[in-house]
């Protein structure tokens, strides 16, 4: 492929697909936050807390996921239809807060408006075409992204380590995001 068609394509991908480059942006986010970070005590702390819980929750909601062959509708998608998201938002705000670099949450927010609603609404129509009327009841009683407490109770479900690790390598992805955090430490 020539040079020219690969850039036409990249900046093609930009404006319509750039929901593609969401994890590699949010690595290079983390990695960013890490190497810049000043990080100090009460804000370091905070963060922490706020990627330990956004950690928490990926791996959770990995556990259940059963890509593309049953609706996952069960533990953290009971309450909202994309806890991996709300993972990343924690887990985005911890790194903005640990680093102790101010601009760091504007940063992320506008990561978060350029690549999720694509990636939400692409990932929503997907699901609707695989799951068709069951999609549809579970979007009527389920946000996408603000928890709702389920009116039948909370619900369980079968978690996986193996599912987590399997599907999306969570616990490759925490370790990473536990190592930045180390090097944030080092640095208070």
Not at 106 to 125: M, N, T
Not at 131 to 157: C, H, M, S, Y
């Amino acid at each position: 492929m020539k040079k020219g068609l690969r850039f036409d394509r990249f900046l093609h991908d930009i404006r319509h697909r750039r929901d593609r480059y969401r994890q590699f942006i949010g690595i290079m986010f983390v990695i960013l936050m890490t190497i810049i970070g000043k990080p100090f005590g009460s804000a370091f702390a905070v963060g922490t807390v706020f990627v330990l819980l956004g950690i928490s929750v990926r791996m959770w909601a990995s556990g259940h996921i059963k890509k593309n062959k049953v609706l996952a509708t069960d533990g953290p998608y009971a309450y909202v239809r994309h806890p991996l998201y709300v993972g990343n938002t924690f887990s985005g705000i911890g790194f903005s807060l640990a680093s102790g670099i101010w601009w760091g949450i504007l940063l992320f927010i506008l990561i978060l408006l350029v690549f999720y609603p694509q990636a939400i609404r692409r990932e929503d129509e997907k699901l609707h075409r695989l799951f068709g009327d069951d999609w549809q009841n579970w979007r009527r009683k389920t946000r996408a992204l603000i928890p709702k407490i389920p009116k039948e109770g909370v619900p369980g479900g079968d978690w996986s380590f193996y599912q987590s690790l399997r599907q999306n390598g969570e616990p490759i992805i925490a370790l990473f995001l536990f190592v930045c955090l180390i090097f944030l430490y080092v640095r208070l």
